[in-house]
């Protein structure tokens, strides 16, 4: 079952080499250690917490609420890009943009099942609570790279795991559907990023009467939220929509 796992991965990827770790977390701590001389470049917003938890020495790149916006000019030699490929879940990165020469980490939790996760020199991703691929455990390193990388991955977890990549498509397809939905019935709030493929929806608000709209809308549809500033999505004022977490 392991090989057939695998072998889905490789395919949604783009990738050789496949190995699976407990966590998505274990997936960067191990590719901080890896990268342990490196510079790690990461985005302002939108990323996750770990990203500057992990990494000896990082710095910020600035970004369009999450969003590559312009060049990555650093030497290659001594950065590495981490960059989040569905930046909070609700924006995909338009990945054939990016302009850096040197190693490319992608975070593809988010992206997983769409054509972002296939672009980067490594992939890497969660299996967790509310992610795409909703095992609730384990993560995944995916590249053409040769890399000393401890897989602790629970075997009893493999059917399961191969089950829902299999439907990764059906369970794309109902995200979708609800992230339209609810863009459409709060279109006349500032929803950013509104024109752009995602799973989440991030709305801002004016000021509290505002906010209290979009959480009672939020109560009424039985969808979790969380408040923002939030640098795992964006540094506004910004109710976050997870539906992802369905």
């Known amino acids: 079952m392991e090989n057939k796992v695998k072998e889905l991965l490789k395919k949604l990827t783009n990738k050789k080499n496949i190995y699976?770790?407990?966590?998505?977390?274990?997936?960067i701590k191990q590719l901080t250690r890896i990268y342990k001389d490196k510079i790690f470049l990461i985005p302002d917003q939108g990323g996750w917490i770990t990203y500057y938890q992990?990494?000896?020495?990082?710095?910020?790149?600035?970004?369009?609420?999450g969003l590559l916006k312009e060049d990555i000019k650093f030497d290659k030699e001594k950065y590495v890009l981490l960059i989040n490929s569905n930046p909070g879940?609700?924006?995909?990165q338009n990945m054939s943009k990016i302009n850096f020469k040197g190693l490319i980490i992608n975070d593809a939790s988010g992206s997983i099942g769409y054509p972002q996760s296939k672009k980067g020199d490594i992939v890497f991703g969660s299996f967790g609570e509310g992610k795409i691929i909703n095992l609730n455990y384990g993560g995944f390193i995916a590249t053409d790279l040769n890399l000393e990388i401890k897989e602790e991955f629970q075997k009893d977890k493999l059917d399961q795991l191969y089950e829902k990549l299999k439907k990764i498509k059906e369970r794309i397809e109902y995200l979708e559907?609800?992230?339209?939905?609810?863009?459409?019935?709060?279109?006349?709030?500032?929803?950013?990023?509104?024109?752009?493929?995602?799973?989440?929806?991030?709305?801002?608000f004016k000021n509290e009467k505002n906010k209290e709209e979009i959480e009672k809308y939020c109560k009424k549809n039985k969808y979790d939220f969380t408040l923002c500033p939030?640098?795992?999505?964006?540094?506004?004022?910004?109710?976050?929509?997870?539906?992802?977490?369905?």
Do not use: C, M, Q, W
Request: aromatic share 14%; net charge positive.
């Open 20 to 27: 699976l770790v407990k966590r998505g977390n274990d997936a």
């Open 54 to 65: 992990y990494p000896k020495h990082f710095i910020y790149y600035k970004t369009d609420y």
């Open 89 to 92: 879940y609700f924006a995909l």
């Open 177 to 204: 559907k609800i992230n339209k939905k609810v863009k459409e019935d709060l279109k006349k709030y500032d929803i950013i990023h509104k024109k752009i493929k995602g799973i989440n929806v991030i709305v801002r």
């Open 230 to 246: 939030r640098y795992i999505r964006v540094k506004d004022n910004a109710v976050s929509i997870e539906i992802k977490r369905l």
